[in-house]
């Protein structure tokens, strides 16, 4: 004899004509995270059995439309108390969070969800109710050997799965971009009810590989609130900007006098930084070390911004090497300094004077060095030495599988720079269990 109640509505002697379990995957169908029920069944009602059928129900029972009205009601409501016995034996999996006194026993997926209902008067006393309904639960593979009636729902992981892709996209300079695309999902029965996002970290945030730059992370909920969708991009950069800047961008430019008897440097910088209570990241911090690169970079060239004295030594009335101008951009309203530096530098055999002036309209005065000169004309059919995975040689990785039994199966608590990535790759982005994709399982 089977017996359905859903949302304390009993239904008696029901006949069923579905009752289904099968594995759902997530999408890109490489782990199981629940098992969907999907029952049909259809009964006959009848007054006299009003007790049985809604022991909730307080109202007078005055034909069979008064009872049906308070059982379709009952049964429309989504997220209710489920359960499904044959002979006395449970066949629904018990949900982590079905405590007496809680006022809703969803399933894994903000459930179970009503697919069909119909309730059809017969006669005054009697009507007839087909009803389905689906439900997914994770449940556990391990039983209890103390229990005749099957698996024993131990507590598992709050996450379902957690899976990604990545690509990268290698430029013409061998630089590459790498993008991570992917999702994590929870259960809506998790014990310590937390929300999606409450997990973001260990689940969503990926270390900065050496030698690149975040250029933007993109989290969407899904909208059953269960979802956390993630894109993670990472450029790989030259050089890294200077702390505290996110952002730099500089030129130094080196000029000269026709005779050579005067060099001038030029430096122009631009930083940009973050928004931060830290003192550390503050503008102050930001305009401060706009300043010392700008300077260093000068005095490296052959700036003197100490006295002032003259170029040759303290008895030479020459020109000195000494600071010209210098123009500093405060954002008012972002957190950017820009710096614009111009020193004269003492004077070097570096010269545009000693070669006659006639000499600039030479026609080789257009020709460029390395690409079009006679000696690189047979080398011009000749490509750079590209590489397979560019310079920064990234793994490509995907999680490992994953088992929702196992309660510490995330990945490690976020931070700003993972180890490289090269060749074996790092074991951040990978799951702390399971195994790894083309790896042999261990048991």
Not at 393 to 412: E, F, G, R, T, V
């Amino acid at each position: 004899m089977s017996l359905l109640t859903y949302n304390d509505i009993t239904l008696p002697y029901a006949f069923s004509t579905n009752f289904s379990q099968k594995p759902i995957m997530e999408e890109s169908n490489t782990d199981w995270y629940c098992t969907e029920y999907d029952i049909t069944v259809q009964t006959v009602l009848s007054i006299p059995y009003t007790s049985i059928i809604a022991p909730s129900y307080t109202g007078t029972v005055t034909s069979a439309a008064s009872l049906m009205k308070y059982v379709r009601q009952q049964l429309s409501q989504p997220r209710k108390r489920l359960s499904y016995k044959f002979n006395d034996v449970e066949l629904i999996p018990t949900p982590q969070r079905n405590i007496v006194g809680t006022t809703g026993t969803p399933d894994a997926e903000n459930g179970p969800k009503i697919k069909e209902l119909r309730c059809t008067l017969l006669t005054d006393t009697t009507f007839l109710v087909h009803f389905r309904v689906v439900a997914r639960y994770w449940e556990t593979t391990s039983s209890d050997s103390a229990s005749t009636l099957g698996a024993t729902q131990a507590q598992g992981s709050p996450i379902l799965y957690n899976r990604w892709s990545e690509t990268v996209v290698i430029d013409d300079c061998m630089m590459s971009t790498r993008y991570r695309k992917g999702k994590y999902q929870i259960r809506s029965d998790n014990l310590e009810g937390i929300r999606a996002d409450a997990v973001r970290s260990p689940m969503a945030v990926v270390g900065v590989p050496a030698g690149f730059l975040r250029v933007s992370s993109k989290y969407t909920a899904t909208p059953d609130g269960l979802g956390i969708q993630y894109d993670i991009v990472d450029r790989e950069v030259y050089k890294l900007p200077p702390s505290p800047a996110f952002r730099a961008q500089g030129t130094y430019t080196e000029s000269t006098t026709v005779t050579g008897a005067q060099r001038f440097g030029k430096v122009q910088l631009i930083l940009k930084g973050a928004k931060s209570s830290d003192p550390a990241q503050s503008q102050m911090t930001l305009f401060r070390k706009g300043l010392q690169i700008a300077t260093q970079k000068l005095q490296n060239r052959g700036a003197n911004f100490g006295t002032g004295t003259p170029i040759g030594g303290a008895t030479t009335n020459g020109p000195t090497a000494q600071l010209m101008y210098c123009e500093c951009h405060i954002d008012m309203y972002e957190n950017v300094i820009e710096i614009d530096m111009m020193s004269r530098l003492v004077p070097g055999n570096q010269t545009i004077g000693g070669i006659p002036i006639a000499s600039v309209f030479h026609p080789k005065v257009t020709e460029t060095p390395g690409s079009d000169s006679p000696d690189q004309i047979n080398a011009q059919n000749t490509a750079p030495a590209y590489k397979d995975r560019g310079s920064a040689n990234i793994l490509l990785q995907a999680a490992a599988y994953y088992d929702p039994n196992l309660l510490d199966n995330k990945l490690a608590a976020g931070r700003m720079y993972s180890s490289t990535n090269p060749t074996t790759g790092d074991a951040r982005v990978q799951m702390n269990n399971g195994t790894i994709p083309g790896a042999i399982p261990t048991s």
